[in-house]
C-alpha cells in the first residue's frame, strides 16, 4: 500500500443557516451513522454547527437564497491525449448522478487504458496486497475491484480511499467494474487545482461558500447543465472529502424540491474541526 494521500487544493460555496432544532437533528443522524466518538471542541463545535445548519429546513420551509459569496479563480486541466481520464469523487449512489461510474462505463466500452483519479467513501477493509472492492454505503451506488497497491487511503479521514493510476476497464454488471492496473503513476496535471479539504473546511468564508456550492449543484442536476458541474467539479475536487459533501447534499436537495438535505457536510469537515 502507497502512502496515505494528501489531497491537493480547490474552491467552493453552501446553504442556508437554520435553527437549532435542525442542527441537533442532524447531529444525532450523523453521530449515529458513522459512529463517531470523538470530542469537539467549543470552537469547532460552533464551526460544526454553521455547516450544519445548511443541511436541513424547519417546518417544510424552503432555504433561503443562495449565499452571495466572491467568484473564485477556476484553473482549467488539459484533456489528456490517448489515454482517457476519470478524476472525480465518487458520491454514491445511483449513475445518473454519479460522474466517477459514468467515466468508467465510458472507459469500458471504448476498450481503452484509462487514468484513473477517483476518490471512494467506503469503510471497506484494505488488505496489504490482492484485491479490494470499493462501494459507497448508499443504495444502488457503483462497485469498483482493484488491486489493493493502487488505492490509498486519507490520513485525515480513513473512509476517503483514492484509486489512482492507468488501468484498462472491464464492466461486469449494470453497476460492476473491475480495473486491471496498468502502472500506479499519478498524472498531477490532470488534477483540479485549490485549496484542500482542510482549508475549505476552516477557511473564514467557508460555511458560505459550501453551502451556496450545494445550492448550486442541486440546480444544475435538476436541469441537467453538466457543465455547470464540471465547473464546479475544477473548482472543487481538489478538496475530495467537501467536493462528496457538497454532492451529496445536492442529491438531497435536487431531490427533495430544495426542501432536505443530510449531515454529509458535518461529515466531511468534522476531521478538519476537532480538537
Known amino acids: 500500500m502507497r502512502p496515505s494521500a494528501s489531497p491537493r487544493p480547490a474552491d467552493a460555496s453552501a446553504t442556508v443557516a437554520h435553527p437549532a432544532d435542525a442542527v441537533r437533528g442532524t447531529r444525532a443522524r450523523a453521530m449515529t451513522r458513522t459512529a463517531r466518538a470523538a470530542a469537539i471542541g467549543g470552537s469547532a463545535a460552533s464551526a460544526l454547527a454553521l455547516l450544519l445548519s445548511g443541511c436541513a429546513t424547519v417546518d417544510s420551509e424552503r432555504p433561503a437564497e443562495v449565499p452571495s459569496v466572491e467568484p473564485e479563480t477556476i484553473t482549467p486541466v488539459p484533456t489528456p491525449e490517448g489515454t482517457a481520464a476519470v478524476v472525480d469523487v465518487s458520491p454514491g449512489g445511483e449513475e445518473s448522478s454519479d460522474f466517477v461510474w459514468q467515466g468508467l462505463a465510458r472507459a469500458a466500452d471504448a476498450g481503452e487504458e484509462t487514468y484513473v483519479h477517483a476518490w471512494v467513501r467506503s469503510y471497506a477493509e484494505l488488505p496489504n496486497e490482492g484485491e479490494i472492492t470499493l462501494t459507497p ?62 482549508q475549505r473546511c476552516t477557511a473564514e468564508d467557508g460555511n458560505e461558500r459550501i453551502q451556496a456550492a450545494s445550492q448550486n449543484l442541486a440546480e444544475a442536476l435538476q436541469s441537467g447543465d453538466d457543465a455547470a458541474r464540471e465547473e464546479m467539479r475544477l473548482q472543487w475536487a481538489a478538496a475530495p472529502a467537501v467536493w462528496w459533501g457538497i454532492q451529496r447534499t445536492a442529491i438531497d436537495l435536487a431531490g427533495s424540491e430544495q426542501e432536505f438535505a443530510g449531515d454529509f457536510l458535518l461529515e466531511a469537515c468534522e476531521p478538519y474541526l476537532q480538537g
Request: charged content about 25%; hydrophobic content about 35%.
Open 137 to 198: 454505503e448508499f443504495p444502488d451506488s457503483v462497485s469498483i475491484t482493484v488491486d489493493a497497491e493502487a488505492v490509498t487511503v486519507s490520513e485525515a479521514d480513513p473512509a476517503m480511499r483514492l484509486i489512482e493510476g492507468t488501468f484498462t476497464v472491464e464492466q461486469l454488471g449494470t453497476s460492476a467494474f473491475a480495473l486491471t492496473t496498468e502502472d500506479t503513476e499519478p498524472q498531477e496535471d490532470l488534477h483540479p487545482q485549490g485549496p484542500d479539504d482542510a
